[in-house]
């Protein structure tokens, strides 16, 4: 048994010896490697609404629903944009692809243009003619454009794909013609969600999920959601998923124009009005500084929320690589809450991920949550968090 303890103690300074070993060649390597802030930025999603009414995107806070910054489509002489019916956004290139009613070159009304428009180098592509009388879209995880007419003379609403080099639209399935403000989001899983109508007086708006799985006889077989009066009775204009909350976006065409946060079972919670007119919303994530307060995960170094050997290049890239970014919650580096931040909390942050027996660190943990230090007396504290 003694001979067992023995041999157990050995391999764990064997483990801790490679440890330092580590941490030596990282602070070699921190030494001749700028260190990056990037870690240290944090994410806030924001909207993005265009309207019928003018040529503007408009980015909106989603708490206040404010303006926070106007982005012009048109190009003079070159590119004239008199409405903007739908937008959203590629998830991989960041592109945003607009419907939009041009003067110059004219629309084939009541047909709009695809755009494709570059934020980084802020270039304006005409894709295409969409042929049809399309009033909203939205863009599947692989980045396929999905699109939604008005109700045109057949009397269905067409739902389509359309092409990214293009414009034009290939027929997916067909919806029942609605009395307008047809508008579609993927929700989770990619399922077409549809609201539309209360256009026209003693008519309601409805909102509908498909009746079959994804993958089923057609993405237009669809089962209605039983929402409210408050819903109901006011014209839908825009619907829009948002992942974050697994609910959607819901913008009424009232005199107020509204905006409701709706679940897929139809219960509904008012967010507030907005001062301009909205026909379809897109989803930005929007650097800010990260938020402040007492709260915090121990460990989290570089405010990324997570604990890993990241954490431990960062803290030791701070203490000893000069001009590399200093630790914004030191509470966060104190990994073995003994009320300092030096190299033994590199050492003690690694054994914890790394050498069977080890410590755990302390709370607040990555295991806890964000949290409040419950160590009074140290002079620690946070100027920024991921929490």
Known sequence: MQRNCQQCNCQQRNC??????????????????????????CYETHWLTVSDQDDVVRRVNPVTLEVEAEFPMSIAG??????????????????????????????????????EYNP?????????????????????????????????????????????????????????????????????????FRASGGYVSGTLAT?????????G?????????????????????SLTYQAQDDAFIWVQGDTARSAYSVTASGAETFLGTFD?????????????????????????????????VADAVFLLSSLFVPG????????????????GVNVADAVFLLSSLFVPGSASIPAPNILDGCGSDPTTGDSLACTQSGC
């Open 207 to 215: 909102f509908e999920a498909p009746s079959t799985p994804p993958g």
């Open 324 to 339: 590399s970014t200093p630790i914004a919650c030191r509470d966060a580096g104190d990994v073995n809450d003994d009320g």
């Open 78 to 115: 070159a590119i004239e944009i008199d409405a903007l019916r739908g937008i959203a956004i590629h998830p991989v290139t960041g592109n945003w692809y607009l419907l939009a009613m041009t003067s110059l070159p004219p629309s084939p009304a009541p047909s709009p243009w695809l755009m």
């Open 217 to 237: 006889a057609s993405p237009c077989d669809t089962s209605v959601i039983n929402i409210s009066t408050t819903l109901a009775e006011q014209p839908i204009r």
């Open 276 to 308: 301009h007119d909205v026909n379809s919303i897109s989803l930005i994530e929007v650097v800010v500084a990260c938020p402040v307060g007492d709260e915090f995960i121990r460990g989290d170094c570089n405010i990324d929320m997570g604990v890993n």
């Open 120 to 192: 980084i180098d802020d270039t304006l592509q005409l894709l295409g003619f969409t042929v049809l009388d399309f009033n909203d879209l939205d863009i599947t995880p692989n980045g396929e454009i999905r699109a939604i007419t008005n109700t045109l003379t057949t009397g269905n609403s067409n739902y389509c794909e359309l092409s990214t080099i293009t414009g034009g639209p290939t027929d997916l399935c067909l919806y029942p013609g609605s009395n307008g403000g047809d508008s579609i989001a993927l929700g989770s899983g990619g399922t077409v």
């Open 16 to 41: 801790q010896q490679r440890i330092l070993g580590v941490l030596s060649f990282l602070i070699l390597v921190l030494a001749l490697t700028p260190a990056s802030s990037e870690a240290q930025l």
